[in-house]
DNA sequence: TTGTATGCGTTATCAA
DNA sequence: TTGATAACGCATACAA
C-alpha cells in the first residue's frame, strides 16, 4: 500500500481536493457533516499528511538540530536529553549530530543543515580553537534566518544566545569550601585550559584564593596538554606535600588522579582532597566518593531549547541573551 | 537575506531554471563553461537546495529515526552513537527520539513519525509489555513501506529485522566462569524478567547450571518487581550462606547489590562474587572492580544502521534477518 | 546544449 | 459551503 494522499480521499468521497485539506485542518468554512465524513474516511486509510508538500507550501518548519561534541558524556547526554523533551513537547523534531570533538566533522554537519532542513541549531562547539572556518559557517546559517543557541562551550565573540553554567563561580566556590575543610595547597587541573570555560574556571579559583588570602603558587596550576605528564607531576607535589587538595576539570582525569592518590597512601580526604566535574552517577559510586560541582545539563537543555524556540516563533529582534545558570556543590566523602 | 533559489540563479546569469538545475545537479547535459559559470554564482551566493521541494519531487527520503528509552543509560547513548556514525556517512540524518519508558510517549512519537518524514526506524521498544497499540502503530509504519529494525529490546512476535545480543550465550558465559573460579550457588537477579531479554538470560542461566550438574535452586532466582525487597533478600541469603556469586542484569542495581555486600562484611569476591551487564565505565572505577559483561552497544548501533540502509535502499523482499551479536566478558577484580 | 512544460502533495486565494 | 486554480522550489521528459 502507497502512502494515501488528499487525492485519494477526494476521489473516494467525492469532494474536491481543497474541501478535503480544509476539512483536515477542521476549517470552519466546511460543514460539519462534511467534515466528519472525510474525517473519518482519512483515519480508516490512516491518512497523514505528507510532510514534505506540507512543509514547501507552508514554508515553515518544525525541525531543530543539536550538534553536541561528545554522546558518551554523561553531561552532553543530559543536556541532549532536556532539549529532547522540551522541543518534542513544543511539536519540534530534534535531529542529533556529534561532532566527536572534530573540526572537520562539525564542518561537514553545518554543511548539510544550510540545505534548509533546520528552524534552529543548539551547539557546543568541538574543543578549541573555534575554527574561523566554523564561525563563517554558522553566521552563514544565521544569514538563512536560522537562530542559533549556542551552550556550555561558547565561543565568547560569536553573536548568537548563549547559556552557559557560572564557570567562575564553580571553582570559586570549591576553594571557598576546600578552605573550610582547612586545605590551602590547592591545585588546579585542567585540560580546557585554552578554552574559555578554562579560563573562567582558572579565574574563579585564583579570585577565590585572594579572597580567602591564600597566595597563589604558579606550580600548583596544571593546564594539560597531551595529558601524560599529569601522573609523575601530582606525584611530585603530593609526596612533597605542596598540595592538599586537587580540584580537577575533567571527570576521568578526576577518577585517574583518585586511583593515583590511593595508590601513593595517601588518606582522601584527609592527606589530600579531590573535587571534580560531573553530572553522572560515576562520582557517586566511587570509595571514597567524590565532591562534585553538579552542572544541571538537563536544565541547560530545556533552557537552550526555550530560548531556540522563543527565537524561532517570535523572530524579534532583541538582544542575544546570555543565560548564566548556577552550578551547585553536591558535597561527598572526598572533601 | 532569504534563502536563495534556482529561480535567483536563473535571473542573475540569464539561464533558464532547468539549465541551473541541470548544472547545478552536474548533468553532462550541459556543457562545462555553463555549469562553471552557474556552480560559481550560486557558490557566490551560498546557494542550497531548497530541502523540502526537492524531497518532494524526488520522493526520497534520507532522514530516518531512533527511538530509545533513555539516553542516560551508557548501552543506549552507545547505540545511539554507532548509529549516528554510520547514518552521517551513508548520508543519512538521524532524528534522536526517547520514549522515558513511556508507553504513551513511545505512541505519541510512532504516531509523529507517520507523516512520511523518515526512511526507516530503528527501535528499542519502552519496557514490556509491549503493547498491542504499539505494535499496530508499527505496522502502519511497515504499510508506509518504512522498514524497522528493532534493536536489543526485540519483541519475539513482531515481523522486522532485529539485532540484539545473545542473551542465552551472556549469562551462560558467567554461569561457566563463576563455576571456573569456584562458586556453586549462583544467584540471578533480574528487572526485566518479564520481558523476552529476561528469559533469555534465565534459560541460559539454567542450562549452564545443568551443564555444571548444579542442581537449579528456584529460591537463587529473583525476580524484582518494584525493587525494594531485594536487600533484605540478599542479606538472607548471604548471611545464611546461600549464595556465593550474584549475577545481577542491571547495573545500578548491581552497583547497589556491591554496596551491600560490602556493608556487610563479606569479602567480595571470596566470599560472594559480582558479575554484572553494562558498556560504561562505572564498574572499572569501583572497588572492588567489577566483572561485567560488554554488549558492544556501539557496534549493535553500527550494525542496525548497516541493516536499515540496506532495507532503504535495496528494498529487496528478502527475509527478516536476526542478528545475534556475541557479547564478551570482562573479568575484573569482583570475581 | 539549452529551454519549456509538467507534476510532486499541499495550502491559500478566489470564484461559484 | 464547496470547488477550481495557482503556487511553494525543484527535477525531469520532451521539445527546440
Do not use: W
Amino acid at each position: 500500500m502507497n502512502k494515501p494522499t488528499i487525492i485519494d480521499i477526494s476521489k473516494a468521497t467525492g469532494f474536491s481536493k481543497s474541501t478535503i485539506s480544509k476539512s483536515l485542518n477542521d476549517s470552519k468554512e466546511i460543514s460539519k457533516k462534511t467534515k466528519n465524513i472525510i474525517i473519518k474516511y482519512a483515519k480508516k486509510i490512516n491518512y497523514k499528511p505528507n510532510f514534505f508538500a506540507s512543509h514547501l507550501r507552508k514554508n515553515i518548519v518544525k525541525n531543530v538540530a543539536i550538534i553536541i561534541p561528545n554522546i558518551l558524556n554523561y553531561y552532553f547526554a543530559k543536556v541532549l536529553k532536556g532539549a529532547q523533551q522540551e522541543f518534542f513537547d513544543k511539536g519540534y523534531d530534534l535531529m542529533c549530530f556529534v561532532n566527536e570533538e572534530s573540526i572537520s566533522r562539525e564542518k561537514k554537519i553545518l554543511e548539510k543543515l544550510k540545505n534548509g532542513s533546520i528552524a534552529g541549531l543548539m551547539i557546543s562547539p568541538a574543543k578549541n580553537p573555534f575554527s574561523k572556518k566554523i564561525s563563517k559557517q554558522l553566521v552563514e546559517i544565521q544569514d538563512y534566518q536560522i537562530p542559533i543557541v549556542m551552550f556550555d562551550r561558547i565561543v565568547g565573540d560569536f553573536k548568537c544566545d548563549k547559556v552557559f553554567i557560572d564557570d567562575f563561580q564553580s571553582t570559586y566556590d570549591i576553594v571557598k569550601h576546600l578552605v573550610s575543610r582547612g586545605k590551602s595547597k590547592i591545585a588546579l587541573v585542567s585540560p580546557i585550559h585554552e578554552t574559555l570555560i578554562g579560563k573562567k574556571r582558572y579565574d574563579g579559583y585564583k579570585k577565590a584564593l585572594k579572597i580567602e588570602k591564600i597566595e597563589y603558587d604558579e606550580n600548583l596550576y596544571i593546564p594539560l596538554n597531551s595529558g601524560n605528564t599529569i601522573q609523575s607531576e601530582i606525584t611530585k607535589l603530593a609526596i612533597s606535600k605542596k598540595i592538599d587538595s586537587i580540584i580537577c576539570i575533567e571527570q576521568h582525569i578526576t577518577v585517574a588522579i583518585h586511583s593515583l592518590i590511593l595508590n601513593l597512601k595517601f588518606n582522601i580526604p584527609k592527606d589530600i582532597a579531590i573535587v571534580g566535574f560531573t553530572d553522572g552517577p560515576l562520582f557517586e559510586f566511587i570509595k571514597p566518593s567524590i565532591t562534585s560541582i553538579n552542572q544541571h545539563g538537563e536544565y541547560i537543555g530545556k533552557l537552550s531549547a526555550k530560548i531556540l524556540i522563543d527565537r524561532i516563533e517570535n523572530n524579534n529582534n532583541l538582544d542575544f541573551v546570555e543565560e548564566k545558570v548556577p552550578t551547585s556543590l553536591i558535597i561527598r566523602g572526598s572533601s
